[in-house]
């Protein structure tokens, strides 16, 4: 099997703004570190798939790069090696090999999620984020990544726009206003393109799309809120949102019996 499969070419590529967008923040020695934490990551969940398809007997599964790329685009600042690779083989273990290679979840979400719970004060998270600066270079470089991850077919469009509609609702219940700024603080742009709207993830009827959106948009505002710290809240909303995705489906299309 190719190292890199057509479909993960692109996903590089959108990819590839948002971590450029994060290298350019980042400096010269911070830019050093992230890059050594990505060519440690892709080494490390090279070598699992490797393990778990031998032991298998079957193909290397796809997206492995897409997945790292993807973690390391969430890290705000740097962070220890050791516990980024630990989120990393868990990420791996339980969001791609376990299912044969195949992700029923983004294990990006998995690992990230994985370090918010295990390091909280590892850098992982962005603490206090309405106090942070904004970030439109990172904000706009997601979009122009995300365009590419609609163009292809990976990126479905209206769990973003049910994002958008939630967040602004939510902000209006939480801060008494609708808060359009917060697009540009923290993640919220990557999250909601590359997370939450992933079409591997996301609900498969479009009625459903919308409300998974809906959901996760306004869970964002009541995380960045209600939480003393103020995180970013970005990643927990996606992965709930992933975790309810096949129940909204079934919702959606629930009809009442009738004898």
Not at 84 to 102: L, M, P, Y
């Amino acid at each position: 099997m190719p190292f890199l499969l057509n479909e993960d070419k692109f996903k590089v590529a959108g990819l590839s703004l948002p971590l450029a967008a994060r290298f350019f923040a980042d400096g010269a020695e911070a830019g050093a570190d992230r890059l050594l934490l990505l060519a440690l990551s892709l080494l490390v969940a090279y070598a699992l798939a490797a393990k778990f398809a031998r032991e298998a007997e079957r193909p290397i599964g796809p997206g492995i790069i897409p997945y790292v790329l993807m973690f390391v685009v969430f890290l705000p600042n740097p962070v220890s090696l050791a516990s980024a690779e630990v989120s990393i083989c868990f990420g791996s273990i339980f969001g791609r090999e376990v299912f044969g290679g195949k992700p029923i979840l983004p294990p990006a979400v998995i690992a990230l999620a994985f370090a918010f719970f295990s390091y909280p004060d590892g850098g992982f998270q962005l603490r206090h984020l309405l106090d942070q600066a904004q970030d439109p270079i990172f904000a706009t470089a997601s979009l122009a990544g995300g365009a590419i991850y609609l163009w292809k077919g990976f990126l479905a469009w209206r769990v973003a726009a049910g994002a958008v509609l939630g967040s602004a609702l939510g902000s209006q219940l939480t801060m008494g206003s609708i808060s359009w700024e917060q697009a540009l603080l923290g993640s919220y742009v990557a999250g909601i393109l590359f997370l939450a709207a992933s079409t591997e993830s996301s609900p498969s009827s479009n009625s459903a799309r919308w409300l998974h959106g809906f959901l996760v948009g306004m869970l964002v505002m009541v995380i960045r809120t209600a939480d003393p710290d103020q995180p970013d809240g970005v990643v927990f909303a996606a992965l709930l949102g992933c975790l309810f995705a096949p129940l909204l489906d079934k919702l959606v299309m629930w009809r009442p019996h009738r004898e």
